[in-house]
């Protein structure tokens, strides 16, 4: 599809304010009301907060409904490939004629005022959604929880909390509990939540805030468990047991979301359909993604490719266990992040684990950190680490080296939404 209309009125909501992140809910109520509050009209809202994790607990919790015949809206962030993805009206990735529609008419109703390209694109969503018949509506917090575009649905029927960890600190508080207190916004007074594995501190200031709001917790490791026995996946909680297939999504820290999303489900009343969806049919791109197919593949053909956005330190220690489980095989990355990220921090766990890593600068992200930081940041966290000038070239010199190797592209969502589109 070339130059689609929402393509030129979302270039148009950019230019609305000067910050790409300014955390208010001031601007959204506003142009909430002018929209005749849109919020209040979704079906009934599962809303889900968290560091990692939260993205994939929403496509099991999808998978999980839908595995059930529910019909199911998702909004979710950042895209990929194409905004389209971030909103899902009841199971189908909203058109482009309802998304020109939603946009073209949240533009008119904000009248020029100063509102961020995700305040505004959330009206759309929340527009969309009140349109459309629906069971669900599936919420993913963009940044944080408690001044998240969001949150502004009352009386959601379900929150969820995945794990939080630092990042974003320059927006949410440099300290675990700070951010934990941030992502505890999303709470509501008398509606339960369920909260994925947590630090300690973390816990406690969620269990406060919690008891504060008479909001009861479902807690990993307190109300359900959630491990690997004997190849499959164990969950329990006060119901019983269910024994299930490990989740189609890569990884061990797969396992505890997968959790999560069934701890939602049974509160849901959802059965044995849904468990067992949850598990096999979630569709998550770039998380631990393999890509077997397209011009990438088609020019290394020896090279095993994996894709993972994952941008943060808990992030790389989940794609370090991830590894750690694969067959052995020598194992490159080709790594972009933003200036922005603990770089260090996400390279660490990766270090023993990889041969050598390329570094490139993320295709047109002004936010891009050089390739030479990158690659001397991985070199520091003991990665025999150069760069190359693109995805392409660095997939050339690993191949060139070592023809029969795995390669983990990683360090950013949008370095791997970049590779999505050119191996589309």
């Not at 993913?140 to 939080?164: Q, Y």
């Not at 490159?332 to 260090?344: H, I, P, Q, R, Y």
């Not at 890593?357 to 002004?366: H, K, T």
């Not at 997939?395 to 050119?422: E, K, Q, T």
């Amino acid at each position: 599809m070339s130059a689609p209309g929402s393509d030129a009125i979302l270039q148009r909501m950019m230019a609305l304010h000067p910050k790409i992140i300014d955390l208010t809910l001031d601007r959204v109520w506003r142009l909430l009301a002018a929209l005749g509050h849109p919020e209040r009209d979704l079906p009934p809202v599962i809303h889900i907060a968290g560091t990692n994790g939260k993205g994939s607990t929403l496509a099991m919790v999808r998978a999980g409904l839908e595995g059930e015949g529910k019909r199911v809206h998702a909004y979710t962030s950042p895209h990929l490939a194409r905004f389209h993805e971030r909103i899902r009206l009841a199971g189908q990735l909203i058109t482009e004629p309802d998304l020109t529609a939603v946009l073209d008419e949240c533009y008119a109703a904000n009248g020029g005022e100063a509102i961020t390209y995700f305040e505004i694109t959330t009206c759309a969503a929340f527009l969309a959604f009140a349109r459309t018949p629906a069971d669900y509506t599936l919420l993913e917090v963009g940044l944080g929880g408690r001044l998240d575009a969001t949150n502004v649905v009352d009386r959601p029927v379900l929150t969820v909390i995945t794990p939080v960890s630092l990042d974003h600190q320059q927006y949410l508080g440099e300290t675990l509990p700070e951010i934990a207190g941030e992502k505890a916004g999303i709470l509501k007074r008398l509606v339960p939540c369920i909260v994925g594995p947590q630090e300690e501190e973390a816990l406690d200031v969620i269990e406060a805030r919690a008891e504060r709001l008479g909001a009861p917790l479902l807690v990993h490791r307190q109300h359900w468990h959630a491990y690997a026995e004997r190849g499959r996946l164990t969950f329990q909680d006060e119901r019983g047991l269910l024994d299930l297939p490990l989740p189609n999504l890569p990884g061990p820290h797969q396992i505890e979301n997968a959790g999560a999303a069934l701890a939602a489900l049974r509160h849901l009343g959802a059965g044995e359909a849904a468990h067992d969806a949850a598990v096999t049919r979630a569709d998550w791109p770039a998380r631990m993604q393999r890509l077997r197919e397209g011009p990438l593949p088609a020019s290394a053909p020896g090279l095993e490719l994996w894709l993972d956005g994952g941008h943060n330190p808990s992030a790389g220690r989940a794609i370090a266990a991830t590894l750690a489980q694969l067959p052995a095989r020598p194992t490159w990355a080709v790594s972009g992040m933003l200036n922005t990220k603990d770089v260090a921090g996400f390279m660490t766990p990766l270090a023993g684990h990889l041969k050598g890593l390329i570094a490139v600068s993320i295709p047109g992200e002004a936010a891009t950190l050089p390739a030479e930081i990158t690659a001397e940041a991985a070199t520091r966290a003991g990665i025999p680490a150069e760069t190359a000038p693109s995805v392409e070239a660095a997939l050339a010199m690993i191949a060139a080296r070592d023809p029969s190797a795995r390669v983990l592209i990683c360090g950013s969502l949008y370095l791997a939404g970049s590779v999505l589109r050119a191996n589309a």
